[in-house]
Nanobody, 121 residues
Framework: QVQLVESGGGLVQVGGSLLLSCAASGRSFGGSTMAWFRQPPGQEREIVAAITMSPYYTASVKGRFTISRDNDKNTVYLQMSNLRPEDTAAYYC?????????????????WGQGTQVTVSS
C-alpha cells in the first residue's frame, strides 16, 4: 500500500521559513514525478512545484521556494522562504506513476493527507 506522509507545516510570521517533507512508502518513486500542491480555504487545489530530474515552479513561488528530493530516502522536500500571507493553505504532496510535468491534480496517482501552513502578518 502506497502512503505519502507530509510533515513540517505550522504557523509562521511573514518573511519566515518552513521546510515541508513528504516521505513515501510502499514503492519507490525514484523515476517518477513528485509534486507539492496547495489549497487555500474556499479555493481549488493548485500546483506549487514539481520535480522529476529538474524542478518546476509556479510563478508566484519562484525564487522563494525550492523543491528537492532524496531518492534513497524516497522523500521530497519543499523549502519555503520569505513566506507571505497568500501562501497560507493546506499543502499536499503528490506522486505520479510516471514522469513528466503535470500541473493539474488529476494527473497524480497518490496523495498525502496534507499539512497546514499559516502565515501571519
Amino acid at each position: 500500500q502506497v502512503q505519502l506522509v507530509e510533515s513540517g507545516g505550522g504557523l509562521v510570521q511573514v518573511g519566515g521559513s518552513l521546510l515541508l517533507s513528504c516521505a513515501a512508502s510502499g514503492r519507490s518513486f525514484g523515476g517518477s514525478t513528485m509534486a507539492w500542491f496547495r489549497q487555500p480555504p474556499g479555493q481549488e487545489r493548485e500546483i506549487v512545484a514539481a520535480i522529476t530530474m529538474s524542478p518546476y515552479y509556479t510563478a508566484s513561488v519562484k525564487g522563494r521556494f525550492t523543491i528537492s528530493r532524496d531518492n534513497d530516502k524516497n522523500t521530497v522536500y519543499l523549502q519555503m522562504s520569505n513566506l507571505r500571507p497568500e501562501d497560507t493553505a493546506a499543502y499536499y504532496c503528490a506522486a505520479r506513476n510516471g514522469g513528466g510535468f503535470y500541473t493539474t491534480p488529476r494527473w497524480y496517482d497518490y496523495w498525502g493527507q496534507g499539512t497546514q501552513v499559516t502565515v501571519s502578518s
